[in-house]
């Protein structure tokens, strides 16, 4: 079912270290030996640079709020995880998927990525080429939870958050007047009805501004300008 | 550097080089449990991406609480309070309000 997984794992240590070339606080050669803190978190500066994206230019950040983003970011992979492997171990699965940690998302109520992540994932796949195509390429199958398996988004999970492309799709021919949770989504609705490049920017823009609020419309814009995680869609 | 891999064509091409490291993320994902076997490669993945979202909003709304103070520095109390103030992070409210004391990394707090 996964010809992949695994594979990578001896060559984990060294690649990852090495690739990022930029640990937390001046990690030197004592490191090494351990394991040990340094593993147990993101570096720090990969942190710093998704945190920078999202805050205004003039914005100071702590060490010490570095430092806790840092361990929120693991705390919240082990979560999702746990979840996920929760999920396997009932179906009695050995490996966890992409889409065991999206149901986990979905089920732990960030429904708002899954979407976004749903996408990344078909568009990794697509780019994966055509031999995995045929043996995994399908559209992204997820049982959602048994409590929100009602059709037609009325639960508390988007509708079509943790299907593929042509589900998607499909899912979106949904009226505009269906009622809604989240204030963002019937703009969503919108957007995925053509979904390609659309997809993208301007409505997780609007997200975040909604996450801000709007006390100070200079940063909410600031913002927008600063979004680009998708802008390799386009 | 980074090894070539199966993961290589998203890194260096899509990913861009800034993403957080998959190899790092996948041992996270081991931590978190003896029962952990296998992972897929494309979870780490998906968690990649899903941790800049995770980051930006914790920021986004930990920044939030900064301005209404009507300060510049965001502060580790700041991402507290979003924490608390947001249900969707409860998992978090353990973590942010013991490791000030227990942790060792975070011995100093600054107000």
Known sequence: MNPCSNNNSGGGGGGGGGGSANNDNGSGAGNQCTVREQDRFMPIANVIRIMRKVLPTHAKISDDAKETIQECVSEYISFITSEANERCQREQRKTITAEDVL????????????????????RYREHEGDHRGSIRGEPIQLKRPAAVASEGGVDHSPAVGVYGLPQLQAAYHFPATEPHHHHHQQQQHQHFGFYGASATGGEMGGYYMGVYGDPETGSSQELVDNFDLYAHYK | MRQAGIYSGILCGKNGPHSLPLSRIKKIMKQSGEEVKMISCEAPLVFAKACELFIEELTARAYKVTMQGKRRTLQR???AAAVTATDLFDFLLEMVSASVINDGRTTTEST
């Open chain 1, 103 to 122: 149901w986990a998302m979905s089920k732990l109520g960030f429904d708002d990525y899954v979407e976004p992540l749903s996408v990344y994932l078909q």
């Open chain 2, 77 to 79: 109390e700041d991402i």
